[in-house]
């Protein structure tokens, strides 16, 4: 009886720690227009709507960019759809930054 017990608190910790390693991660958008591009230092700044998800107010924001080909065919001035994943209020990275049609 306390080896059947000992096997099922086993197989629920492993469970339990296999699902938490595969947690999803909230993504989130923004939609605005690109301010600047620095593709050295893997970032770009847009100036973008609120986002209501994180009561983010609508303003020019910074994101890290996640790889440099994100950045490809991407300049300043084009309207951008950004999705991204925050730590918080003051660092976010995005993943996809696609131009938007006019």
Partial sequence: MKTTFARIAAVA???LSALSANAAVDSYSAHGSVVAVDAAKDKITVQQDAVTELGWPARTFTYNVDGNNVL?????GQTVDVQFTADNAFNADAHFVTPVSQ
């Fill in 72 to 76: 490809k065919g991407i300049s300043v």
């Fill in 13 to 15: 910790a492993l469970t």
